[in-house]
């Protein structure tokens, strides 16, 4: 059974400390939704209840996943096969509906529909522009201001799994994930492979899903989108100066051409600033790309850093 999905929506963690996960995700630019003794909701200024859900545990770990469908019929068809759960509540800001499933390496997977608007929070103005063809800032100093940086929205995971081929073709045949960039090591293997969303002559990301296989499966990274260049550089100062761990950056990737900057969660799980990324549409081919291509950047760290 497939459906193709509109979007990621969000990721779901464990962890042993709701404040020092709150602290860190407010700092990086997320802000509370809705917080319980057991369960922590942070959203982007997108209006979805949420794109990072922390439940309490003893075990700091990323659970898994959630895309969102177009319409809650993609969710009944899904239902309908044994792989699925019926449809139930989604818990948290805004509701919704929500199937579930796991996937071949074990992680969680939610497929949501009908969420609930939550109202949209403010960003920041794109500031004028002086530059060597234009002076659109003739005569007004440009001031930003200091803070963390604006996070609109979940933009898309990473995962490691443990055989890629076999990842690739469960999302592909369940979800309707095209490819983007496959990375080949040789003529006949893969590394993994960037997956965009399917929506025909619409534009998309880049990718929603990038598989690694690594021979093992461990949560990679997330990105999450922040407004600009200038508000990416911001909230790296800002997380700077609370003593956050940096992870790698910043650069401009060449797969993606997204600008990034990598930080390590309270607890190691890897996430991005990342601005100024591709979009995509089905008149766009798959391509193959190797691996120094990927582990580069177009400026910036030139390698050592993780996957787009």
Same mark, same amino acid.
């Given at each position: *059974? ?6 990621? +929506? ?10 020092? *996960? $709150? ?18 909701y942070m959203r982007g200024t997108d209006d979805e209840g949420f794109v990072h859900v922390t439940h309490l545990g003893d075990t700091p770990r990323f659970v898994g996943l959630a895309f969102a469908a177009e319409?809650?019929?993609?969710? $009944?068809?899904? %239902?309908?096969?044994?792989?699925? &759960?019926?449809? =139930? ?37 794109? %500031? ?27 933009? /898309? ?9 076999? %990842?690739? +073709? #469960?999302?592909? $045949? ?7 960039? $496959? ?22 990301? =880049? ?13 990679? =990274? ?15 100062? =800002? ?8 992870? #790698? ?7 993606? &051409?997204?600008?990034?900057?990598? #930080? ?5 799980? *890897?996430?991005? /600033? ?13 391509? @193959?790309? @190797? ?5 580069? @950047?177009?400026?910036?760290?030139? @390698? ?5």
């Amino acid at each position: *059974m497939t459906v193709r999905v509109a979007d990621i +929506a969000f990721v779901r963690f464990e962890a042993p400390d709701l404040d020092v *996960m $709150e602290s860190f995700l407010t700092a990086f630019g997320l802000q509370r939704s809705a917080r319980d003794d057991r369960t922590l909701y942070m959203r982007g200024t997108d209006d979805e209840g949420f794109v990072h859900v922390t439940h309490l545990g003893d075990t700091p770990r990323f659970v898994g996943l959630a895309f969102a469908a177009e319409q809650l019929t993609d969710l $009944e068809a899904l %239902s309908r096969t044994d792989a699925f &759960s019926p449809v =139930h509540d989604l818990a948290g800001p805004g509701g919704g509906k929500v199937v579930q499933t796991i996937d071949p390496d074990g992680f969680q997977v939610e497929i949501v529909a009908e969420r609930g608007s939550v109202g949209r929070l403010p960003m920041p103005v794109p %500031s004028p522009r002086n530059n060597a063809r234009t002076t659109e800032r003739a005569g007004s100093p440009l001031r930003l201001g200091a803070g963390p940086a604006h996070v609109k929205r979940l933009g /898309h995971c990473v995962i490691d799994v443990t055989d890629f081929r076999t %990842s690739e +073709a #469960w999302y592909r $045949e369940h979800f309707g994930l095209v490819t983007s960039d $496959e990375i080949a090591l040789d003529e006949n293997t893969a590394l993994g492979a960037f997956l965009r969303c399917d929506r025909g002559d619409r534009y998309v990301d =880049h990718h929603t899903l990038f598989l690694v296989g690594i021979g093992r499966s461990q949560f990679n =990274h997330a990105a999450f989108e922040v407004a600009d260049f200038d508000d990416l550089m911001r909230g790296n100062s =800002h997380l700077a100066a609370a003593g956050q761990t940096h992870q #790698w950056g910043i650069g401009r990737h060449i797969l993606g &051409s997204q600008i990034y900057d990598y #930080w390590l969660d309270p607890y190691g799980h *890897m996430v991005e /600033h990342w601005t100024d990324g591709d979009l995509f549409n089905n008149d766009t081919p798959p391509n @193959s790309a @190797s691996l120094d291509t990927l582990l580069g @950047s177009q400026w910036g760290p030139t @390698s050592g850093h993780p996957p787009a």
